[in-house]
């Protein structure tokens, strides 16, 4: 995997297409809300930001872990980490943070399409880069739980056309097939409780299948049933997490501060996300309604979003 961004670049010249922007990367300098990041807590103590969304393991100001054959007991450090970056195009093979298009043709794969007043639905691809921007800029790298000296590198972790059953939904059935047991009107009455709660910043973790008002998090295939385009796309941008704990390639820090484990199910309270191109927004929770951060974003096809995790880490 680490050798799939430089293998891409090589092997596939980038073409120009009027429907892609192409030609810049990603500046995260300037285009990451840094604000994002906040608040920021050590032993339970808010000492920048707010404490609104404080809720992550930060109960017990102090920690122990065991590291190298002995206990050591520190703070409690948390912090909002932006570590992922998600396309969501309507462009096949548009990769927007590396500033090109993959001139690769496939018969199965889907271009995007908008969704419309007879028909709600809109599609999206989708691209999963590992892009950890504090480790890019050399930051916090002294943290022993952020672990960047094995998963420090930029990379292409997930490319949405080349899953066949993400441009089908009942080939997504194969993959996610307890998306049956949500298909009911009582499983979808519960998240008119989760969009509630998202709106308010505190998405309800055991409704695992809600995304608030975006719609359901299953199936995962890259059609949403959505009136709101931005809506859809953020909506496409969580189901893309979700796949990757489902193919096992998600961690997510333990509320004991001391390791990051895999999960199957994302948790769904420690990640928040803003769009970044075409238009900075304001952070958000999963599931939060598109009038609190989307309003006056500007409608393009083609969007990429900052993925925020929250660190929970024991510092000793």
Excluded at 38 to 57: A, H, Q, R, V, Y
Aim: aromatic share 12%; glycine share 8%; net charge negative.
């Amino acid at each position: 995997m680490k050798k799939l961004l430089a293998v891409l670049l090589l092997a596939f010249a980038s073409k120009s297409f009027a429907v892609c922007p192409t030609g810049n990367t990603v500046d995260f300098i300037t285009q990451v809300n840094w604000g994002c990041m906040f608040p920021l807590t050590i032993g339970g103590l808010t000492l920048f930001g707010n404490g609104d969304d404080n809720e992550s393991g930060q109960s017990n100001p102090v920690c122990e872990c065991f590291s190298e054959g002995s206990w050591k007991f520190g703070l409690k450090i948390g912090f909002w980490e932006p570590a992922r970056i998600i396309d969501t195009v309507k462009d096949a093979y548009c990769m927007m943070p590396l500033g090109m298009s993959l001139n690769i043709e496939q018969p199965y794969v889907l271009d995007g399409s908008h969704t419309t007043a007879k028909v709600r639905e809109t599609m999206a691809q989708t691209h999963y880069y590992i892009y950890p921007v504090l480790a890019l800029l050399d930051m916090y790298y002294d943290l022993p739980c952020l672990n960047y000296d094995q998963f420090g590198d930029v990379d292409i972790a997930l490319i949405s056309e080349v899953l066949p059953f993400w441009q089908n939904d009942m080939l997504a059935m194969i993959v996610n097939p307890e998306a049956v047991l949500f298909a009911n009107p009582a499983a979808q009455l519960a998240c008119l409780a989760d969009g509630a709660a998202a709106t308010a910043g505190r998405p309800l973790d055991p409704l695992y299948w809600c995304l608030g008002s975006w719609g359901t998090m299953f199936p995962l295939a890259g059609s949403a049933s959505s009136g709101d385009m931005l809506e859809a796309h953020a909506l496409l941008a969580m189901r893309t997490v979700q796949l990757m704990a489902r193919s096992g390639a998600l961690r997510e820090f333990s509320d004991s501060g001391c390791s990051q484990q895999y999960t199957s199910v994302l948790t769904k309270s420690k990640y928040k996300m803003h769009m970044i191109t075409p238009s900075r927004s304001q952070c958000f929770k999963p599931g939060e309604s598109v009038l609190s951060w989307g309003n006056a974003l500007s409608f393009f096809d083609n969007h990429s979003w900052m993925l925020f995790r929250k660190v929970n880490c024991c510092g000793y």
